[in-house]
C-alpha cells in the first residue's frame, strides 16, 4: 500500500509539475485521475510489488538529472558532428547487457539509451539489448554499463 501511494504521489507530482493549471478545481481532478488510473492499473494486474520500489520515488529524478545531463553532452557532440564539413561516422553495433530484474527496469534502460542522442536501442531480447551507435568510441561500452548500473539502482538492485 505505501508504494502505491508513492507512485500516487509521484504520478500526482508530475501531473502538476506539468500542468499550467494550480486551481482547486484542476487540482481535484487531477487527483481523480491520478487515482482513477491507479485504479484501473492494480485492476488489471499491471501493478505488482516489485514493479515500483518505494525508493524509487526518490531515485528516480536523481536519475532524470543525471540523464538530461548525458543527453546535453551527446547533443553537443552529435551538434558538432552533424555540423563539421567532413563528418566522421563510426557506426558501430554495441551488445549490452541489462542486468534490471524488472521489464519496468529494462523498459527504463532502453528507452535511456534511446533518448541519448546518437545511440538507438534497436532489439532487446531478455537481457541482452542491440544498440546502434552513430559515432562508436572506445569508451561507449563502458558508458551504457554505467548506464545500466545507473537504471539498476533506481529499480533497487544493489
Not at 481532478?29 to 501493478?47: E, N, P, T
Not at 563539421?84 to 553495433?93: A, C, I, K, Y
Not at 541489462?98 to 519496468?104: F, G, I, P, V, Y
Not at 527496469?105 to 531480447?125: D, M, Q
Request: proline letters at 4%; a positive charge; hydrophobic letters at 50%.
Amino acid at each position: 500500500m505505501v508504494k502505491l501511494f508513492s507512485l500516487g504521489a509521484l504520478l500526482f507530482a508530475l501531473w502538476v509539475a506539468f500542468s499550467t493549471f494550480l486551481e482547486p478545481l484542476y487540482l481535484i481532478f487531477g487527483l481523480i485521475s491520478v487515482g482513477l488510473s491507479l485504479y484501473l492499473a492494480k485492476r488489471l494486474g499491471l501493478l505488482t510489488e516489485d514493479d515500483f520500489p518505494h525508493m524509487a520515488a526518490i531515485r528516480l529524478p536523481l536519475y532524470w538529472l543525471w540523464l538530461g545531463i548525458q543527453v546535453l553532452q551527446s547533443n553537443l557532440k552529435v551538434a558538432r558532428l552533424v555540423l563539421s564539413r567532413q563528418p566522421r561516422l563510426h557506426q558501430r553495433f554495441l551488445h549490452v547487457h541489462a542486468t534490471q530484474r524488472s521489464e519496468l527496469g529494462k523498459a527504463i534502460f532502453a528507452n535511456s539509451i534511446t533518448l541519448t542522442p546518437g545511440t538507438v536501442t534497436v532489439l532487446a531480447e531478455g537481457d541482452q539489448f542491440l544498440v546502434h551507435a552513430l559515432c562508436a568510441q572506445p569508451g561507449d561500452q563502458a558508458a551504457l554499463e554505467d548506464m545500466d548500473r545507473r537504471v539498476s539502482a533506481v529499480e533497487g538492485k544493489p
